[in-house]
């Protein structure tokens, strides 16, 4: 692949994910930097079984565009490092909630596309000890 | 039979005795939402098997049996953190503690099923408990024994970390047929549901012979939904 044809996939790629249907994201790193970002959300529904016995879990995947992203984050050097995402749950950005990434959720990295997709689990306060 | 009633007693106790933590429910579910797990953990207690051993009984009296009773648990948990330090401008040291100090969903939520298995392991063993035969009174059954509890591996996809587990309750009972002539059954006990008060003290659960048949329910009856 030439570097002509690299340029024109980075920049469909900036298009499809960080274009239109992107969503801004805030990123809070284990350095203690903040960064924001523009992000595609998925969000969906999906049957588990641990056991006989069916779950239905919600999912959230959060697709950067490795160029953008931490690279921190992105050369895979998860082990030990948590991060803390706050970015939108609806379609119109009208509504935040906080997300958290760590070593137990591998995040998906494709090297071809240019993405990283990340599967953050749900962030809630930390009950506070009277 | 004596077995619904022994399932609704160790229904009933743990559910006496969660102290709101964990819901007991008496049927085994096909489908929790993760959403309701992260806020109560559910207990489903449900009849598994009952092995009649033919040395053990009579042909026209009592038969004996080990019944088996499954408990499925079921848990989930988010991942904890200090939001309110993250929401608030925080400076690089305020995120970097704040983030360090986050506990993922992974290890609260083996935590929390470890001490779920705790918390119903310590009512289902209770001497008290078992002397009572949750709440029946002494004698209802014997051999009561947990005999294996399972934990499966956590759920990898999801917002949530969701792990299930199993344990298989194992007791002696002695089955009587209360009618010498065979009753027609009609697919569910609906008069032993109604019997079954999850918020009744377990000791007034008790076995009454009379609910768990209809004695309007014949087997003419029977005849005349089919056809015949």
Redesign the interface.
Known sequence: MSVAERALMENENADFVEGEFSLPVTL???????YPLSATIFRNA???R???????????IVVLRITSAPTRLTTGALVGD???I?MPVDALGQNYA???L????ASMFDDTLGHVRL?????????VKS | MQFQAVKAAIQATLTAQANGFFLTVGS????????D?QVLPVV?VYFHQTEFDPARGTNRGRKNGDVTYKV?L?I?A???????T?SQNP??????Q?????????DLADAAFDQLVSDVWNILENPVNIGACFGLGPGAFSNFWISSVQK???????????????ADITLRLNEIPVSATPVAGNGSDTKLAAAIDQTADPKTVGFNPNVVRDPKFSTEDLGQKVGN
Do not use: C, H
């Not at chain 1, 641990?50 to 959230?60: K, L, Q, S």
């Not at chain 1, 760590?102 to 959720?105: F, H, L, V």
């Not at chain 2, 085994?28 to 959403?35: G, I």
């Not at chain 2, 499966?152 to 199993?166: C, H, K, L, N």
């Open positions: 809070f790193g284990p350095d203690g930097n903040t999906r049957s588990e641990p056991t006989d016995d069916g779950v239905i879990v919600r999912e959230t948590k991060w803390a706050y906080w997300y958290a760590d070593s137990s959720r599967y953050p689990t749900k962030l809630i306060q930390t009950p | 085994a579910q096909r489908s929790t939402s993760s959403d797990l489903q499925a079921l989930a988010p991942s904890q953190g200090d939001i309110s993250l400076t690089f040291s305020e995120v970097a704040a983030i360090q100090n986050m506990i993922p969903a992974n499966s591996a956590p759920v990898t996809q999801g917002e949530a970390v969701v792990i299930a587990g199993s």
